[in-house]
């Protein structure tokens, strides 16, 4: 037997913004809100996302993150940051480079140029 990952579930005290974010950044759609404690974004070719409305979000770094990949990571970077994405760091060497960011509400994720 194995599973099959089927959704990514993120806790956030505002369901509903973050998941309007995370739509428009990934060309995905809202299409449950459930009264903004429970918000699902389906994005084209990719894992279901989820946000969750929770009183006190797990404190400190998050230990899973997402992974995202852009055509262009400096322009897709940019774009993102304009959007309201924080910096943490850019990483790699000229083999590999990849930025790790933040989401509105705080959650780490990192974003590689497409080879």
Same mark, same amino acid.
Not at 32 to 42: A, F, K, M, P
């Given at each position: 037997?194995?599973?099959t990952?089927?959704? *990514?579930?993120?806790?956030?005290?505002?369901? %509903?913004?973050?998941?309007?974010?995370?739509?428009?950044?990934?060309?995905?759609? *809202?299409?449950?809100?459930?009264?903004?404690?429970?918000?699902i974004?389906?994005?084209?070719?990719?894992?279901?996302?989820? =946000?969750?409305?929770?009183?006190?979000?797990?404190?400190?770094?998050?230990?899973?993150? %997402?992974?995202?990949?852009?055509?262009?990571l400096?322009?897709?970077?940019?774009? %993102?940051?304009?959007?309201?994405?924080?910096?943490?760091?850019?990483?790699?060497?000229?083999? =590999?480079?990849?930025?790790?960011l933040?989401?509105?509400?705080?959650?780490? =994720?990192?974003?590689?140029?497409?080879?």
């Amino acid at each position: 037997m194995t599973v099959t990952p089927a959704m *990514i579930t993120c806790d956030t005290t505002d369901a %509903l913004a973050l998941a309007t974010w995370w739509a428009e950044q990934t060309g995905g759609t *809202i299409t449950e809100e459930n009264d903004g404690w429970y918000v699902i974004v389906s994005v084209p070719d990719s894992p279901t996302l989820a =946000f969750q409305k929770v009183e006190d979000p797990t404190p400190g770094k998050n230990r899973l993150h %997402l992974d995202v990949l852009a055509d262009d990571l400096d322009a897709e970077v940019a774009r %993102l940051r304009e959007a309201g994405a924080g910096l943490v760091a850019e990483r790699g060497d000229a083999s =590999f480079r990849w930025v790790t960011l933040t989401d509105p509400a705080g959650n780490e =994720f990192c974003v590689a140029q497409r080879s």
